[in-house]
């Protein structure tokens, strides 16, 4: 049983521009939910996607954005990067919803992003 | 609105119990999840509750008292290995998706002594 992989797994942008981060889901899990985690802190919730949509959204700007693929691979957008930005984002599979809540999320170990 | 309260620190030694609380403030509550997070590390998933009372893993246990809009994790036995933060997580239902969407407290993180 293969894990959650994220991709890549460090990166330095300049503030303006715009990233893809890369999540592969654990075989079994259609359900891809990504956080932004800020060093100290606990992982914020960005957004759900399930069956290629969007399945609820954090307080994140629409300069976020993702996108779920038929294999449940998922990308996470960032548009117009600032240094606020800079953070270890993660991805997290699930089961679908109603399905294995007992079990919780299975999560990568993240992409840890730089904005300068 | 929606908070969730955790201790920033504890610390404590080998072989010692050490719990740890969490307060909740949601109006879409479904349940509370631990998570715990070495340093570098990811996540990973340590309990669930759904209802009120005591769960039990191994070293490991949870509680959930939904009428106070309260949990705890509580460690026995604490070894080196569990220094790590500790993230109490509501599914809450006021992000979306038919079950919530799981939202993180700011962690608790443990120290263990020798």
């Known amino acids: 049983e293969t894990g959650v992989t994220q991709s890549p797994t460090h990166l330095i942008k300049t503030r303006g521009q715009q990233v893809t981060l890369r999540c592969s889901s654990q075989s079994g899990h259609n359900t891809v939910s990504w956080y932004q985690q800020a060093l100290g802190q606990g992982p914020q919730f960005i957004f759900q996607?399930?069956?290629?949509?969007?399945?609820g959204r954090g307080n994140f700007p629409p300069r976020f954005s993702g996108l779920q693929f038929p294999n449940y691979s998922s990308e996470l957008n960032v548009n117009a990067l600032e240094l606020d930005d800079s953070a270890l984002y993660l991805c997290?599979?699930?089961?679908?919803?109603?399905?294995?809540?007992?079990?919780?999320?299975?999560f990568g170990s993240g992409t840890r992003l730089t904005v300068v | 609105g929606q908070s969730l309260e955790q201790p920033s620190e504890v610390t404590a030694v080998e072989g010692a119990i050490v719990q740890i609380n969490c307060t909740y403030q949601?109006?879409?509550?479904?349940?509370l999840s631990w998570y715990q997070q070495h340093d570098g590390g990811a996540p990973t998933f340590l309990s669930y509750n759904a209802l009120d009372g005591l769960e039990e893993t191994g070293r490991f246990s949870s509680f959930l008292s939904r009428s106070d809009s309260y949990g705890y994790l509580l460690l026995q036995e604490l070894q080196m290995k569990d220094s790590a933060s500790y993230f109490c997580?509501?599914?809450?239902?006021?992000?979306?998706?038919?079950?919530?969407?799981?939202?993180f407290g700011k962690g608790t993180k443990l120290s263990v002594k020798p």
């Open positions: 949601t109006s879409g509550f479904y349940g």
């Open positions: 997580a509501v599914r809450d239902l006021n992000y979306g998706g038919s079950q919530g969407n799981l939202i």
């Open positions: 996607y399930y069956r290629e949509e969007e399945n």
């Open positions: 997290a599979s699930s089961p679908p919803p109603g399905q294995g809540v007992r079990d919780g999320y299975t």
